[in-house]
């Protein structure tokens, strides 16, 4: 069959459509239209809540400055298997409220803390260091902040920020610490530092000492006030007992006392060589062939007891010992002795330690029948 053809507005014949070719056109029109129109009047689902964190968020973190370093401590959660800290190095006047968007477009990740380090019996920390010598540290100051991420690295909520205002003028550690040992105490002694960090005199320095348990990254300070000369005693001790001690210089920057690091460590392990004194004023009397011994206790904490000595008078012979092991008693009773002779007594303390006093004076006793 042929199909007439009419003419367009430019001259082209255009040919003239059968009614079959016109329905499919007509039915794919109208297909797009119900498409357009479904697509139009689409409904809005129900909103989606945001995603729940797994974890809270960590502790506030505290920032403390030792020397060139800053030391970020913070409380993690039991589930975290590592820990975030990001860093923002901004202007010293900068606003103190900051959005959290803001701080993470331009916070940087400096470090994190594994699940291991987290749970140190310490207490989770990380350290940060700057360079004092680098003036332009006097214009900035550092806001940290923290985040935690579980095991299958779902990030908690942000913490909140912590921030520090880097002190340049800080002392160099002490040097060279040294302990002697007495009976009373473990005494001390440091060289001083000559300078500070930025290279300044170090001037008006005082000190901390801390100490810890050998083995131990828990520490303690001993002192009250930050001490004024470089040396220090120590009287809460134990003999036997394994210490290590470190020393801090404090600077004070702008009235406010800020801690260099630690000196080495010194281990100290202080051992009893110390005898008690000896006894005083024994007395002796004898009766019925016995010989009683009467003396005052030791004023020494860390006794053990007494040790009796006897020798014949006008012999030059060494004393025997009457007690094989020390006794607690202040008394004693000689029933060995001759009737008849004179004898010689001595008296000795004992501590805890095996270390045996001087003799006391000698008492003279005769054996009265």
């Known amino acids: ?180 040992v007495t009976q009373e105490a473990i005494r001390l002694q440091w060289q001083p530092p000559e300078q500070n960090l930025d290279a300044s005199p170090a001037t008006e320095v005082r000190f901390n000492v801390y100490r810890r348990a050998a083995g131990s990254a828990v520490e303690s300070r001993r002192n009250g006030a930050p001490l004024p000369t470089p040396q220090f005693a120590e009287t809460d001790f134990t003999f036997g007992e394994e210490y290590e001690y470190v020393v801090r210089a404090v600077s004070y920057v702008q009235g406010a006392p800020v801690e260099s690091r630690p000196s080495p460590a010194l281990r100290v392990r202080p051992v009893d060589t110390f005898p008690p004194a000896a006894p005083t004023n024994v007395t002796g009397a004898s009766a019925a062939g016995i010989v009683n011994l009467f003396f005052p206790s030791s004023p020494e904490k860390d006794l053990r007891g007494y040790i009796i000595y006897r020798r014949e008078r006008g012999t030059n012979d060494p004393p025997t010992r009457l007690t094989p092991t020390p006794i607690q008693r202040t008394t004693f009773q000689d029933l060995t002795g001759v009737r008849g002779r004179v004898y010689l007594y001595f008296v000795t303390a004992v501590d805890v330690f095996g270390n045996e006093s001087e003799r006391s004076q000698p008492v003279e006793v005769e054996v009265v029948p």
């Open 1 to 180: 069959m042929k199909t007439s053809a009419s003419t367009s507005s430019d001259g082209e014949p255009q040919p003239h459509l059968g009614w079959r070719q016109t329905a499919r056109l007509w039915l794919a029109w109208g297909g797009l239209l119900l498409a357009l129109g479904s697509a139009g009047c689409a409904k809005v689902g129900p909103p989606v809540p945001p995603p729940r964190f797994t974890l809270a968020a960590a502790g506030e973190p505290t920032a403390t400055q030792y020397g060139e370093q800053i030391v970020v401590r913070f409380v993690a959660a039991d589930r975290a298997a590592r820990a975030d800290i990001l860093r923002r190095i901004e202007p010293r006047n900068a606003p103190l409220a900051l959005p959290e968007d803001r701080f993470v477009q331009d916070a940087r990740l400096i470090g994190s803390l594994t699940g291991q380090e987290l749970s140190s019996g310490a207490g989770p920390a990380y350290v940060d260091a700057f360079d004092p010598q680098d003036t332009s540290w006097k214009d900035k100051r550092i806001r940290y902040a923290i985040r935690l991420v579980d095991a299958r690295g779902r990030p908690s909520p942000l913490s909140g920020y912590v921030m520090v205002y880097p002190a340049l003028s800080v002392a160099q550690p002490p040097r060279d610490v040294q302990a002697t």
